[in-house]
């Protein structure tokens, strides 16, 4: 929704800008400038980047357009199961969780949490961790490397689109100026027209560099800078994960770990300690 807003604010504040000015909206409109530009960015963009790189950028591009659900109450449903399943450990034993890592899809614990669940990512970042808890013979040392190696991997894959969508940006001005060029050139060769028309092609020529820098920096390079945005976020959800299951393997009670956990959130969706420590009860009373 604000990146629509925020579009709509650079369409009114440039060409609106420009009508007040006296100046004819309609010049603007130039088909061929914006196919040379657009076309000659497509086109650079295929050769560089690799098959995997389109595809994360085309599926992660229609992820901006959508509000973040990365929000508080998605982190209290987080630490609530946390806790549940901390909880589980506690009074039961680590092979009390067995058949719920297996298949969370079935669990009675994790089915509680659906905006959880319906994460892929995070279900099997999470249940990946505690089937080690579980079977494995590993040491809160030798899973926290391992934690670590994994959140490296998933910031690598994020910034690929990011990457991709910046050097698209970093690139449009630079067409915008092949497309003026060639409407020089153009210009240049008709030199036997007479001056009104000759400054008709001038102006087509020049609505090209205008062009390569708007569609730039108005429009595709905050792309680049909300999609980071969009991966900071989402990486949160996994530090939360990290700290708070390595908080239960150091030994610290499940109320303990959680509050571990929560310290890492931004603080503009982390909840207080009252907050989830009343919404924790309210779980375990439903």
């Not at 499940?254 to 310290?263: M, N």
Request: aromatic share 8%.
């Amino acid at each position: 929704m604000l990146v629509s807003v925020g579009y709509l604010i650079i369409i009114i504040s440039v060409f609106g800008g420009f009508a007040l000015a006296g100046g004819h909206l309609a010049s603007l409109w130039q088909p061929v400038e914006l196919l040379m530009i657009g076309g000659g960015a497509m086109g650079a963009f295929i050769v560089g980047n690799s098959n995997k790189a389109l595809k994360a950028t085309m599926k992660a591009l229609p992820t901006v357009l959508k509000g973040s659900k990365y929000n508080k109450a998605l982190y209290m449903e987080l630490m609530t199961l946390l806790y549940e399943i901390l909880g589980k450990i506690r009074k039961e034993g680590l092979m009390s969780i067995e058949a719920d890592v297996e298949e969370p899809g079935n669990s009675p614990i994790f089915t509680k949490y659906p905006g959880i669940l319906s994460d892929h990512h995070i279900t099997e970042f999470l249940t990946d961790y505690l089937r080690l808890m579980v079977g494995g013979n590993l040491n809160s040392l030798e899973i926290e490397s391992l934690m670590d190696s994994e959140l490296e991997t998933h910031h690598q894959e994020g910034e690929i689109p990011i990457h991709a969508v910046a050097k698209l940006g970093d690139g449009l001005p630079a067409f915008g100026i092949v497309a003026a060029v060639m409407g020089v050139v153009h210009t240049m060769e008709s030199v036997h027209l007479p001056p009104a028309e000759l400054g008709v092609l001038i102006a087509a020529a020049l609505v090209g560099t205008f062009l390569g820098i708007l569609l730039a920096y108005g429009f595709v390079s905050p792309l680049a800078a909300k999609l980071e945005h969009n991966l900071h976020e989402s990486s949160k959800m996994f530090e939360c994960i990290k700290i708070t299951l390595l908080a239960n393997l150091n030994g610290y009670s499940p109320v303990l770990a959680i509050e571990f956990g929560r310290k890492v959130l931004f603080t503009t969706e982390r909840p207080s300690f009252i907050e989830m420590e009343d919404h924790v009860k309210k779980s375990k009373n439903k």
